[in-house]
């Protein structure tokens, strides 16, 4: 076998074990080889090194190699920022002295362009502050998104920062801090991913999807240039190559084309490999914000879903005009809609009391996600704002607050809510996902 043929094998085997990792354990691949893969992978030959590991030392490798990989996935270092980059770079520098003589003006100049991005948007959402909550920016992040009773409820505060956290953020245990609108810690860019930086987030995703279907275009194009040279009638797409030609020969003439230079060809086969990858990845992100939401609620979301299923999860209504506690809630946010249910669980399935929680009038049992609102969807183009323009305020006028008498404060103000019926969608690959970023 030649080497070519080695390190696409190589390459072919590293994608399909990655995708069984990452979503083997997707329902809609249940008794398939890929779920038993799966098993395999992170079940049976665990606990068979396991075993043998534990009569042979004790346990002492396991226990190191658990460290290690702590290490690696939650610890607050560049570790895999640096191999991203050390891939790109040693890509670019294995793909580059072959392609870039042979490439036009017009590819060379949208070549750089698409180089020089990734890095940028790497680096921005790497250095940006992804809205860490402190005692100075407390106000602003209170004042941006509403409760919503459902996934977030005031006055809860955090146990580490001891700060009340604002709706939509989580504590990272990775940086040590609560993230306004935390979607996830990523080792990638070795920061959390959050209100302050989630566009560059986006943006570096788009712009590594681009980079690598770019360099698998240009690259397929030179290989094919390669072929052609013995054979003018070669064609990447077969069906267009002549009707003698199999497809053993096609794959040889491939194989060849690859072989002629084995930098392009290898970068090549490796955009081709990671390239869908990354495009999931984004289609993923793009998904959460038509949905008005992110990886830390989508999993939240999943949570009450179980809850549901179980006939524990019940609804009400939530008045416009309650009152709100000053010293646990903003008296107005910039968000243009308010809560209008609360939603709880019951230990034992019964409704509860008329008197339990906020909200007015009867307690109604929840089977589905879509009898829900999921007040942080405002339509896509309204949630698209609120990602990519910073503090961007979606009400009109901002009149001062009408404090009744006893020094609460009213909101009327039911904002511009779509007509739409919107429902806090999930999907079953949130967690996986969010284990590969
Ligand atoms: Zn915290
Ligand atoms: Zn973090």
Known sequence: MGVIAQIALGVLAISFFTFVALFGRNPSLRHTPIAWLYRAMWVTIPSAILAVDGRLTGGRFTAWMGR??????????????????????GGEYMFLPGAWPRMAAMHRFCGSVAIALPYMFLWLSARADPGTVTAETHARWMAHYPYDFALFHPGHRCRTCGLLKPARSKHCGVCGRCVHKMDHHCVFINNCVGYGNQHFFILLLLSTAVLTAYGACVGLALVSENVRRRRPEYSLWKPSCPKSMGWSEWLVLFTLGVQEDVGVGSVTLLTLMTSPLVWGLLAYHVYLI???????????????QAEMDEGCAFKRAMPADRPKNPDVEAPRTRWPVLPVQVLVRTEDGRPPAAAFGPGVGEWQRVWKLRDVENLYDIGFVDNLTDVFVPNYSFRDEVPPPAMDGNGMTSDLERGRRKAKTRKPKVSAAASLVNAAT
């Open 68 to 89: 290690t990989s702590h290490f690696i996935m939650y610890g607050r270092h560049p570790t895999v920022l640096i191999f991203f980059v050390a891939l790109l770079a």
């Open 290 to 304: 038509y949905c008005g939401t992110t990886t830390n609620e989508s999993m939240k979301w999943q949570d009450w």
